[in-house]
């Protein structure tokens, strides 16, 4: 990598010359630049995962993955656009091989996913059954980005929740504009044909994203 | 309502049009209702998606990773060869085995009593997650783990992916 192209990059990420600092071998470096992400990281792989505890494992995974290439770093854009990469593609190979595994069970690759724990935050609203509701609403929407293919199920997480653009999803994700949208739009249409089936579960909110 | 249409009502209700053509299609749902409801069912759908509030970051989650980072960096070990190594590390192992099992075989060598083999079919019979077993075996582990390495690489995925639904 040429000094000026990490120039470029590093002016338009600080993060970049970070990384260089943990490629050097400096572990306080690598200290910054975990605390710096992580509120990020193990929000994508939770709503990724949809496990807490797996969310944590693999964004540590990420991370240290992340220390094991920073040695062959090619600064392009914004650092944060390669974590999520490596995190995306991490959380998908864990679905792909959880879902091989039930497969190997002889079991129907969804029925873990229906029993699959289901977020519990802490009780936030003071009305029981606004917190029931809410909790139907979560449910629902696991259910329905469970059922979504890997590709549609990364793009419209990155979309809905990570509130990224769809040039910003393409970069993560290395594909097209073109390609995101199309991914969005056929998660979109199933996730409204899940919602037509359980249309109680879903009720109707106002709101752009 | 046509795929092309429904698809720039998306890029509406995400922010992604170009101000002028965003003008030009509020124009039109004004004058349109069918348009105007086929967004605000776009709009449902999308604003039904909700998760909870993601949990917090564990305390000291910075510090351990980073003291894992340190363990690794000091140990030399098959987690730090490239994923083709050892993708081609467990390859052989697995070709080595079938080898061997296939060997055994052939001279009639390792063909247990049947008594054993009784005892084996006992042990097999009161294993209740096999498949399991299979995966968390260190050969098994080494393969996705390589996989891991070669897919996580932080590289962009192949150029025929590029434009499609592959992933």
């Not at chain 1, 854009?77 to 497969?103: D, E, M, P, S």
């Not at chain 1, 996730?191 to 709101?207: D, F, H, L």
């Not at chain 2, 124009?27 to 917090?56: C, V």
Request: charged content about 25%; some cysteine.
């Amino acid at each position: 990598m040429g000094t000026e192209t990490f120039g470029r990059a590093a002016a338009a990420d600080p993060g970049w010359a970070l990384l260089a600092r943990v490629a050097a071998g400096e572990t306080d470096a690598f200290t910054v630049l975990v605390d710096t992400h992580q509120e990020r990281l193990l929000h994508l792989c939770e709503r990724l995962l949809g496990d807490v505890e797996e969310a944590r494992d693999a964004a540590q995974e990420v991370f240290l993955k992340a220390f094991r290439k920073a040695g062959e770093l090619r600064p392009q854009g914004q650092l944060y656009t390669w974590l999520y990469r490596i995190a995306v593609n991490h959380c998908l190979n864990k679905l792909r091989r959880r879902r091989l595994v039930r497969f190997l069970r002889f079991a129907d690759p969804m029925d873990g996913e229906e029993d699959a724990p289901a977020f519990d935050p802490p009780d936030r609203a003071a009305d029981p059954a606004a917190t029931l509701e809410a909790r139907r609403r979560w449910q629902a929407t696991r259910r329905a980005i469970e059922k979504l293919p890997a590709g549609q199920r990364a793009v419209l997480v990155l979309a809905r929740f990570e509130g990224l653009s769809y040039r910003q999803i393409a970069e993560v994700l290395g594909i097209t504009e073109g390609a995101v949208e199309s991914r969005l739009f056929r998660a979109m249409r199933r996730v409204e044909a899940a919602q037509e089936t359980n249309p109680s579960r879903v009720p109707p909110k106002e709101g752009l994203r | 309502m046509n795929r092309v249409m429904e698809m720039e009502l998306m890029r509406l209700l995400h922010g992604e049009l170009p101000p002028d053509q965003e003008r030009a299609l509020r124009g039109r749902l004004e004058r349109e209702p069918g348009l105007a409801a086929a967004l605000a069912r776009l709009q449902k759908t999308w604003s039904g998606l909700e998760l909870p509030p993601a949990a917090p970051v564990p305390l000291g989650f910075a510090q351990r990773v980073a003291a894992r980072a340190r363990e690794q960096s000091a140990t030399v070990s098959w987690s730090a060869a490239p994923g083709w190594v050892r993708a081609a590390a467990a390859a052989a192992l697995a070709f080595g085995i079938l080898l061997g099992a296939g060997a055994s075989r052939w001279t009639g060598l390792a063909e247990p009593a049947p008594e054993v083999q009784a005892q084996a079919g006992q042990v097999a019979a009161t294993t209740s997650e096999p498949t399991d077993a299979l995966l968390d075996d260190s050969l098994a582990a080494s393969y996705w783990s390589a996989l891991d390495d070669i897919d996580e690489s932080g590289e962009a995925p192949s150029a025929g992916e590029t434009g499609g639904d592959a992933l």
